[in-house]
Each structure stands twice: as C-alpha cells, then as structure tokens.
C-alpha cells in the first residue's frame, strides 16, 4: 500500500508558491489568507522562499520549518539578485524552482492533493513530476499566464522560446486534476489558440478581499488621510505593484497635463520594477509641488485606511495582456467602498467588473490626455453631484460583500480540494490488494507530521519532519455517499446569500466614507436589495 491511513484525520495539502507571508506582495498574501482559511479542513504544508518585502520588525523562519496561523511553512533559501535586471531575476526564479525540486524529494510528506501556483511560471512543472511521485492530485492555480505576459512587455524576444515554454506548460495545464483561473478572460484566453484548453477544464475562481478587515472609514476618522492630503483636496490613488504592466508613466503624465483638476493629488503606494523610473520621472515632468507622491506599502493591518483615504483609484493594464493576468487589487478597493478608473482593454476582468456595475469610468487605453479629462469628471461629480458619487461607493461596498468576500472564494476553493482529497482517498483504497474499501468521501484520512522543527533552525537543509503512519483496517472504513459536484456557475449579486460573508453582517459596515452620506448601516439590508 502507497500510503497508511489513520481514521478522523484532515487530508493533507501541499501548496507549492515563492511567496508567502510575511511578504508584503499581493500573491503572497493572497495565499496566507487562503492557506489560513484552508487549515481548518486541511493539513496545510506550504513550500514558499524567501520574500521580496517585508516589515523589518517582523520575526519568521529564514531557512527551515515553522507553525504559523495553523499553516507548516517549509521556507527554502535561493538566490536573491535585484530583480531590476532581466537575467538576476530568471536566475532567482530557477534556483528557487530548483530548491523545491531537491526539497520534495527528501521531504516526508504524503500529501493528498500538491497545489502549484505560478510564482514562479514553472513551477507547476515541479508540482505535476512530485504529484505523480507521490500519487497525489494535481491542481494548478494560475494568478498570471506565462509566456504571454512576458511576450505582452516585449521581454521574450528569443525566437522559439515561447512556443517551447508554452507547449511545455499546456500539457501540465491538461494533465492537471484542477485547473483554476483567475477570470473569465483567462480562461477565455486558455481555451483559444495557440493554448487550446477544453473550457470544460478551466474553473473560475477569482481573488478576494477580506470585506470585515477592509472598511469604508469617514475621511475625519482617517488619520492616514489626514496624513496625505488636506480635507478640501481629491486624492487620486494608485496601490500595488508598480512593474511594467501598469502603465504607471502615463499616469504620471497625466498627472502634468493641463486638465488635471489643480484641487487633485496623485498618490502611488507599493514598489517594483518601475519605482525608480517613476520617481525620475515625477522629477522632471514639471508637476506643480506637492501634486504628485510617491510612497512605501503600508502595513497590512492599515490596508482599510490606506484604501479609503483615496476618492478615486485608479487601476491600469497594458493592452496586450488581457486574459493574462487580473488585478487583485480591484476586490481591495471594492471592499472600501470606492470608485475606481479602470484603464485597459475593454474585454478584461478589470474592466466588466466596473463598466457592468456602474462603479467608476473606463477607458481602453492609457492615453495621459484621457486620463487626466477623466479624473477632472470624477472630481467634478465628486464635488458636485455627491449623490451620484456616493451611489458608486454604495454599489461598490455590496458588490464586494456579496460576491468577493474572503470565505465566500476560498469557501468554494476549498471545496475543490476536498472534492479531489475524497477522489484520491477512494481510488487508494480501491486499489488494495485486499479488496475494496467501502466508499468514504468526505475528511480523507492522513499521516500527521509527528512535530514541527523549532524555529531555532535557521539553516538550509535541517528540519525535514518525518510522518507517522498507522496501517488502516478494513473494518476501520466507514461508508460515506459520494461528494456531490461542485457547481461552476459564477453567483450573480442576486444569487450570492447573505450567510456567505465572512463575519456576521453587523460586524461589515456600509460606507460611511463621506460626509451626509445616507447609507444604510446594516448591510443584511445590503444584501437583500
């Protein structure tokens, strides 16, 4: 028998990402939310390196194993050359996905199901050999669609390379027992040439914002806001990632133009490949003083009022990369209750997500001219017709409590997981010489790690925890019915029930962000309208 099984015991995960908490990146912490919420039906081992950014107060394992919020990290070291430069960055991302590769084959972990996400792009190569290593399910979670991100930026210009890559990662995308994307336009973009995935494949499951965590606060409440700007003036705000898919040059230059409102101040929270450029840039475009800011990510725990001291974001996608990716920062920003300019090809995510609802403007393309007429007609209703705008901030708040809440997605997450957990623990136990199991689907039964290494061992290559197995008896299985299939219809606002959100409704508040604004404060009502 592969593996021996101990009754009433969670299946095991194990989730293969480069980033994860305490990195500050949105991917990484997108996961830690994830694999927390994952830990209380699951045994939890994540496989991540070393973060790109992070709070210098913050203590964490730097080379080893440790607990954290019920998920085992097993964080590897690799090598860290300034990602500024195009070969120090592929160097890192190899060694990283080399360190996985050695680290699972002397790990004694038995998962049920391997998790590869796309920090780096190939790792699901590495997830997909260690699966059948292991006979464990596959699932792949893309956030980003390599190579065409890549191709989008002009920055695969070898010929061959790209085809090579892409035939490479399409048969493990096929393979894989669960193929989950980020939005309707990725898995528009997987099921057309050149890629060609069967849609039937690819399941919709997009990022999330912790809707109790991040609120609408009321600018006299704010004392970031406070911080940044004065009460009269309109905050326009980019946060997140500033890289080469942002366009953030153009924003900036919008920022100079003529028709910027003169009452209106830019300000750009996060870092990335293009901060250094930006800041230049910032020094020579002739912006009047104190029009435009550039600023460090804040901590986590203040992303409520990062988020709400804004009266407009702004979120920007390069044209060539729809279906590639999906900014998560979008469900953030919701969550505050605030409208939002998205600017981008009109068939992505980003784009359906405002136009359809009503919660801001649009533009296909980053021209600066257009972009700074736009934030004039955002300050103009802002200021002038405060119900109008209030209402966007309304719509805004109940999309992301209806739809995008934190447990709503990892809810539904988990429930794949499981599905496949319960699939794999059938076909094991079929498969015995001893004859068949009766059927049982639900809380697959697994090994536990016996201990986890004291973070007191801070060095590469200790701390491998070994599992305890128990032989499973047959008269030991119980017969449970059949895991029923997960539905793969995306919950429209009407459709989505009120018990989904992640906290008790009087615990998530309306938005509150202006003043005299008229919303009702208990979002059931939200919900029901």
Known sequence: MRRRMVNNQ??????LNRSYWPDMEATGQLLTDLCRDLSRRFDVHVICGQPNRYHAEQQFVQSGIEKHLGVTIHRLSHTRFNKRFPA???????????????????????????????DPFFLPLVGKRYAQRVQAKHCVSLQDLYPDVAQAVGKCRIPGVAGLLRSKLRAVYEAADRLFVVGGCMRERLAAKPWGIARSRLHVIPNWADCAAIRPIDHADNPFRQSIAANDQFVVMHSGNMGLTQQLDRLVRAACDINW????????????????????????????????????????????????????????????????????????????????????PRETELQRTI???DLGWCLDSADPIRIANTVAAAESEFRSNPLQYQARCQRARRLAIRRYDRTVITGRFGDHLEQLAAKEWLETAESLETGPIPRRSRRPVRAQFESVVSPAADRPGQGHASAAV?????DDAQPVSEPPPISESQPTSEEQPATACSTPRSSVPGYTGLPNAS???????????
């Open 519 to 529: 919303i009702d404060q208990n979002p059931t009502s939200l919900d029901n309208r």
């Open 10 to 15: 969670k299946a095991t995960l194990v989730i």
């Open 261 to 344: 409102p003169d009452d209106a101040k830019l300000i750009l929270i996060g870092s990335g490949a293009a901060k250094s450029k930006l800041r230049t840039l910032i020094n020579q475009c002739g912006a009047p003083l104190g029009r435009i800011e550039l600023m460090d990510y804040q901590p986590r725990e203040m992303l409520a009022e990062s988020l709400s001291a804004a009266d407009l974001h702004v979120a920007s996608m390069h044209p060539n990369i729809a279906g590639c990716l999906s900014p998560s920062k979008l469900y953030g920003i919701l969550a505050a209750g605030r409208p939002l300019l998205a600017i981008g």
């Open 355 to 357: 136009g359809d609802n």
């Open 470 to 474: 128990s032989t499973l008896r047959v």
């Open 88 to 118: 120090g960055r592929l160097v890192n991302l190899l060694s990283f996905s080399w360190a996985v590769e050695r680290y699972l084959k002397q790990a004694r972990l038995q998962p049920d199901v391997v998790v590869s996400q796309t």
